[in-house]
């Protein structure tokens, strides 16, 4: 790991008894693959566990928030906040890509930034927490993790239009270039994970990444957005 894991303890609310299960959640397949290491020590188990304990507390959470809510509301709000867009989200609040440990190849393709792989390491600290802590832990730190994402479906904040938000404010500037070109392609054919710069003007704002180009081309615009680039 690049830094100490203290900061992380306390910014996810859980200061774990076992370091090793914490190191566990933020190992990648590609170190345990380049190190020859034990399958179990890379966090895909984890993550397994941490996306049903995480769809279980979010699903109590809006169950009890919304009582006169019907299912099929419940049920759209909890894929907005349980997505891999708002789980990016809060692993970039985290700074979690900085503790990921990972394999040469995936450091050198921009690992540590990548939305699934940061994504999949919400999931699987979560699934860590529970496994050492229980339910009640899991649920605290799943929900002091999720608060912001949480917060903005509430507020029907959660898969907005970054797109056309950036175009609206290009257009008011007076401004019309805007151009989203495929930086990188990785993974097979089957799981392909697109990056994609935004630029306005031919100069950069942004960039984002997704399974599929739409989506990458609104997590450059999404990025755009909250950085204040605009």
């Known amino acids: 790991m690049l830094l100490s894991t203290e900061r992380l303890s306390e910014a996810i609310g859980y200061r774990f008894e076992d370091p090793e ?33 995480l769809d279980a507390v979010i699903s109590e959470y809006l169950y009890r928030k919304y009582p006169e809510a019907e299912e099929g509301s419940l049920t ?89 938000l950036v175009q609206e404010k290009i257009q008011a500037k007076g401004e019309s270039d805007i151009r989203y070109e495929v930086i990188r392609e990785e993974g097979p054919d089957h799981n392909k994970t697109f990056t994609v710069g935004l630029s306005v003007g031919g100069k950069v704002l942004g960039h984002g990444s997704g399974k599929s180009k739409k989506e990458a081309e609104q997590q450059a615009a999404r990025e755009v957005i909250e950085n204040g680039e605009l």
């Open 21 to 53: 299960l914490l190191k566990t959640a933020l190992t990648h397949s590609s170190y345990v693959n380049e190190n020859k290491l034990h399958y179990n020590e890379n966090n895909e188990r984890l993550e397994f566990l941490g996306d049903a304990v």
């Open 76 to 164: 759209k709000q909890r894929a907005a906040i349980v997505c891999e867009q708002a789980l990016h989200l809060c692993a970039r609040k985290l700074d979690l890509g900085q503790y990921l440990v990972l394999g040469k190849g995936e450091e050198h393709n921009g690992g540590r930034t990548r939305p699934s792989m940061n994504a999949d390491a919400v999931e699987a600290i979560i699934g860590a927490v529970f496994l050492e802590g229980g339910w009640e832990k899991a649920k605290e730190a799943a929900l002091h993790i999720l608060k912001d994402v949480i917060r903005e479906a509430a507020m029907g904040h959660l898969n907005r239009d970054y797109k056309s």
